[in-house]
T-cell receptor, first 112, second 112 residues
Framework: GQQLNQSPQSMFIQEGEDVSMNCTSSSIFNTWLWYKQDPGEGPVLLIALYKAGELTSNGRLTAQFGITRKDSFLNISASIPSDVGIYFCAGQRDTGRRALTFGSGTRLQVQP | NAGVTQTPKFQVLKTGQSMTLQCAQDMNHNSMYWYRQDPGMGLRLIYYSASEGTTDKGEVPNGYNVSRLNKREFSLRLESAAPSQTSVYFC???????????FGEGSRLTVL
């Protein structure tokens, strides 16, 4: 079953506001990734984190790999209308399959 | 550069019918994956293929079969479709040295 708990499930914010979402797990992951999915499209990678404690930025996005390796957060600063979409966290363990386990997603809506 | 291409994009089936979803990638990636996406449940792994000639079950394999035809192509088959298989299906691929999955645009399947 689902192993990543992602919150919040949805957010409705005003343009210009900052956004924060997070994922937690009862298991350790060695890689955390954050994806964004636009309507009718497949998910696209935003940020990848490979080391516990790592803090990485990509423009207005900042993500951190929790020190316990069981959690990660994503912050979006100064939101704009094109930030609308579903954001997924994903974790990977060092197993042969190298598949990702996904959170249930955070649906973000931005009011202009 | 097309990336990951899925066909068809939309399909309606009657219960008991069979069909195959096709996926091809042009990035010379070794690993390929099939996920399904359902509301509130994120993406769940159906099957994956770590390399040409190998396939393995994911989290929700029941009712599906796969074929890794060659390095480029990985197909997903529903032998006898059921309403519970109504979903959006995503194919993805990944190279050897990165954690990033590249997704196709998705195939929306409805089983009546």
């Amino acid at each position: 079953g689902q192993q990543l708990n992602q919150s919040p499930q949805s957010m409705f914010i005003q343009e210009g506001e900052d956004v924060s979402m997070n994922c937690t797990s009862s298991s350790i992951f060695n890689t955390w990734l954050w994806y964004k999915q636009d309507p009718g499209e497949g998910p696209v990678l935003l940020i990848a984190l490979y080391k516990a404690g790592e803090l990485t930025s990509n423009g207005r996005l900042t993500a951190q790999f929790g020190i316990t390796r069981k959690d990660s957060f994503l912050n979006i600063s100064a939101s704009i209308p094109s930030d609308v979409g579903i954001y997924f966290c994903a974790g990977q363990r060092d197993t042969g399959r190298r598949a990702l386990t996904f959170g249930s997603g955070t649906r973000l809506q931005v009011q202009p | 550069n097309a990336g990951v291409t899925q066909t068809p994009k939309f399909q309606v089936l009657k219960t008991g019918q069979s069909m195959t979803l096709q996926c091809a990638q042009d990035m010379n990636h070794n690993s390929m994956y099939w996920y399904r996406q359902d509301p509130g449940m994120g993406l769940r792994l159906i099957y994956y293929s770590a390399s040409e000639g190998t396939t393995d079950k994911g989290e929700v394999p029941n009712g599906y079969n796969v074929s890794r035809l060659n390095k480029r192509e990985f197909s997903l088959r529903l032998e006898s479709a059921a309403p519970s298989q109504t979903s959006v299906y995503f194919c993805a691929s990944r190279g050897a040295h990165t954690g990033e999955l590249f997704f196709g645009e998705g195939s929306r399947l409805t089983v009546l």
